[in-house]
């Protein structure tokens, strides 16, 4: 059985901003929390590509993991993800290869299908650039050629980007993903940490789908995992209030600015929406430490993942800080 110490452990974030802060705090609380995982022995920090959302600040991924990285040593800082159909692969390409080129053997570059935003925003972003989901098997394929070595007839480089092998990970929260990162032979990350429904069979259509390629020689997979550990079962719930509320916000249309922990949630949602929260932290891991190890060795015994990155929507700073502290002393048994 995969126990929690023989998987790699890393974070994902947002760039979370409160309601009584700013972008500013949140970028500087980025970086400080890629510091902080970095010392604890995570494997990456991602960053995830969000747009016209006022609760999150991590929408210029390229330029927050340039700042990452500038400020870290040796964790690996990617984009988890970058959603393709919004820009032009060369552009992503340039960008994800200077990076490379400043940070060698650091970075890694995820790529979504998703448009990451509503159909306004999304006009915004390409105004005639005719993207769209449809075109992601090829937009991948071009990716993974701007990366690779130059051809004698190859008559668009990335430069910086060519020969740099920038890893690509496909990111998926539907079964799309799943098989097309396992006919490409690349590693596949599942969206678990908002769409949890869809995990068993995604794998399976993954792990079926495995071809063998020149960077994997068999399946790799990564789950998206929610994690609010505290040190008590109680505070941690207390604290997943906070949580709670921003997906509620999310599905009421609402600022998604973080918003304190409250005592209880009872008058503040109806009986469906608790429902559709509760769905969409359905493989959350919430509660002292010893739940916290129980749940993951569930979740592990059941999918056999190779690596599980977290993400922590917690209001203080300080208490997102000890989740990952919580989780990193489990992960060293």
């Known amino acids: 059985m995969t126990r929690l110490s023989d998987i790699r452990i890393s974070t994902l974030d947002l760039a979370p901003i409160r309601a009584d802060g700013g972008p500013?705090?949140?970028?500087?609380n980025s970086l400080e929390l890629a510091r902080h995982v970095e010392r604890l022995g995570y494997t990456r920090f991602w960053v995830a590509e969000h747009h016209n959302m006022d609760g999150i600040a991590s929408s210029a991924t390229a330029v927050l993991i340039g700042y990452l990285a500038a400020g870290t040593s040796t964790i690996r800082v990617g984009a988890g993800g970058v959603m393709l159909p919004n820009h032009a692969p060369l552009v992503i390409a340039e960008q994800f290869g200077t990076l490379e080129t400043l940070y060698p053997g650091r970075i890694?570059?995820?790529?979504?299908?998703?448009?990451?935003?509503d159909q306004y925003t999304a006009h915004a972003l390409r105004r005639?650039?005719?993207g769209s989901a449809d075109d992601f098997p090829a937009d991948v394929e071009e990716m993974q050629r701007y990366f690779g070595p130059r051809t004698p007839d190859q008559r668009v480089i990335a430069m910086p980007g060519t020969g740099t092998g920038v890893p690509i990970w496909i990111l998926g929260s539907s079964l799309f993903g799943a098989q097309l990162a396992g006919m490409k032979g690349l590693p596949f990350a599942f969206a678990s940490h908002f769409a949890p429904r869809m995990l068993h069979?995604?794998?399976r259509v993954y792990r079926n789908h495995f071809t063998p390629s020149a960077v994997l020689d068999k399946p790799y997979v990564m789950l998206g995992v929610p994690l609010l550990a505290a040190d008590s079962d109680e505070r941690a719930e207390y604290l997943a209030t906070?949580?709670?509320?921003?997906?509620l916000a999310l599905i009421r249309g609402q600022s998604l600015v973080q918003r304190p922990p409250v005592e209880s949630m009872e008058g503040l949602w109806l009986p469906h929406e608790r429902q559709a929260v509760g769905d969409f932290f359905g493989l959350a891991v919430i509660g002292g430490p010893e739940k916290v190890r129980a749940r993951l060795?569930?979740?592990l015994e059941q999918t056999n993942a190779d690596e599980l990155i977290f993400t922590s929507d917690m209001y203080d700073f300080a208490d997102r800080l000890r989740s990952y502290e919580i989780l990193a002393e489990l992960h060293r048994g």
Request: proline letters at 3%.
């Open 24 to 28: 500013g705090q949140a970028l500087r």
């Open 108 to 117: 890694d570059l995820g790529l979504g299908r998703a448009p990451g935003a």
């Open 128 to 130: 005639d650039r005719a």
């Open 201 to 203: 069979e995604a794998i």
């Open 242 to 247: 906070s949580a709670y509320q921003r997906i």
């Open 297 to 299: 060795e569930v979740l």
